[in-house]
Nanobody, 124 residues
Framework: VQLVESGGGLVQPGGSLRLSCVAS????????MGWFRQIPDKEREGVASVDNIGIIRYADSVKGRFTISRDKAKNTLYLQMNSLKSEDTAVYYCVASPLNIAMVLRNPEYKHNIWGQGTQVTVS
């Protein structure tokens, strides 16, 4: 599986962005997909995840503001980010994980996770 993110950029506080992650290669549908973010000198933080039957998990810090969605036909994962805050500034990474939905956001170091290259989101 290969993952390519896009959609990052600079936005003012209160603004919105939509990130996309296009997956190719293996049978993507059997993976849980998700978004993590990371700032320098900090651990990678789970943001949102969705499994192949549509079960979704969010980090408490983004509930009510971010929406994750998955278009299986296009092999694309999205993250709609609204009401952005300065503390949302980070590099955002797409992940494909063989872990179940309850485990994905808590296990960024799982050795079989597949990562995209990341996209910078700056809220300022």
């Amino acid at each position: 599986v290969q993952l390519v993110e896009s959609g990052g950029g600079l936005v003012q506080p209160g603004g919105s962005l939509r990130l996309s992650c296009v997956a190719s290669g293996d049978t993507v549908g059997r993976y849980c997909m998700g978004w993590f973010r990371q700032i320098p000198d900090k651990e990678r933080e789970g943001v949102a995840s969705v499994d192949n039957i549509g079960i979704i998990r969010y980090a408490d810090s983004v509930k009510g503001r971010f929406t994750i969605s998955r278009d299986k036909a296009k092999n694309t994962l999205y993250l709609q980010m609204n009401s952005l805050k300065s503390e949302d500034t980070a590099v955002y990474y797409c992940v494909a994980s063989p872990l179940n939905i309850a485990m994905v956001l808590r296990n960024p170091e799982y050795k079989h996770n597949i990562w995209g290259q990341g996209t910078q989101v700056t809220v300022s």
